[in-house]
């Protein structure tokens, strides 16, 4: 299964050029050039679309599972804990949505794509 890219229509052949990006709880997948193409035009591309598949955005997002089972299995700050552990979680969530739905299907890297 191939999935096109938000911007030129045209699939997305592997991980190398795949770029997803979360506005709320939707994801869109991009290359990595039209991405970039993307971002600099403000109208299709909103300020809180933001890449997910990226290394400090999986680290953001360990971090924040981490921080969210904390409140979640522990009683710390009671409900407001609790609410914590809800909204911490929305960042790994996404990152593994992203990577079930558009990182595992493709391969790593492919040679000669043009
Ligand atoms: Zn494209």
Not at 99 to 114: D, G, I, M, S, T
Request: hydrophobic share 40%.
């Amino acid at each position: 299964m191939t999935h096109a890219c938000r911007y030129c229509q045209k699939p997305i052949r592997d991980r190398d050029e795949l770029v997803t990006a979360a506005k709320w709880f939707s994801i869109r997948p991009y290359h990595y050039i039209c991405y970039d193409q993307a971002a600099r035009e403000v109208e299709r591309i909103g300020d809180n679309e933001k890449p997910l598949n990226n290394m400090p955005n999986t680290i953001i997002s360990i971090i924040m599972l981490a921080v969210s089972i904390f409140f979640l299995a522990g009683s710390a700050l009671g409900s407001i804990g609790d609410l914590l552990g809800v909204l911490t979680l929305y960042p790994p969530l996404m990152r593994i949505l992203s990577y079930v739905r558009y990182e595992h299907p493709l391969p790593v890297f492919l040679e000669n794509k043009r």
